[in-house]
């Protein structure tokens, strides 16, 4: 499975793909030194720096979410649908995608997204206004959200 480590402002992030399509998006393992650069994974690179650089995102690039369950599916078509720089609360959520669903099953559904920043997870937040964790850290999920922000100053640019 072709592998790629982009250099983030918050860390390295591992980008793997399979037969043309994004699988797996992740902060963290070794220091960025390239990898391979499918065409997939090229567009993931250029979707990052997009939105690592506070610009217009382009389309997502092609996400194969096979190993992940038809609930999983259906919280992360709910996350898709949050706009950039706006947050949902978990009880949002699991109100949008059906009667009787738990915030918990929710929040587990976030703790396994495969494809980080492109669904966006970091942008549920628990109802009392606290941030809620992140697979990618709170501190990240922090400065994601700041990012985001109206009329933030790229928190990523040097001064």
């Known amino acids: 499975m072709p592998e790629y480590r982009y250099s983030s402002p918050l860390g390295t992030i591992s980008i793997k793909e399979r037969n043309g399509k994004i699988v797996s998006l992740s902060f963290g393992g070794f220091p960025a030194d390239g990898g391979d650069h499918t065409e997939a994974i090229a567009k993931a690179v250029s979707w990052l720096d997009c939105y690592f650089s506070h610009g217009p995102l382009p389309e997502s690039p092609e996400l194969d979410l096979s190993g992940t369950s038809p609930f999983q599916r259906r919280v992360y078509a709910a996350l898709s649908r949050i706009p950039y720089g706006e947050t949902r609360s978990y009880g949002d959520v699991a109100k949008e995608i ?43 999920k922090k400065r994601l959200l ?9 928190a990523f640019s040097p001064k």
């Open 98 to 140: 059906g009667p009787r669903m738990s915030n918990r099953a929710v929040g587990r559904a976030l703790s396994k997204n495969p494809v980080l920043l492109l669904i966006p997870c970091h942008r549920v937040v628990c109802s009392d206004g606290k941030i809620g964790g992140y697979s990618g850290g709170v501190d990240r």
């Open 146 to 154: 700041e990012l985001e922000e109206p009329n933030h100053e790229n």
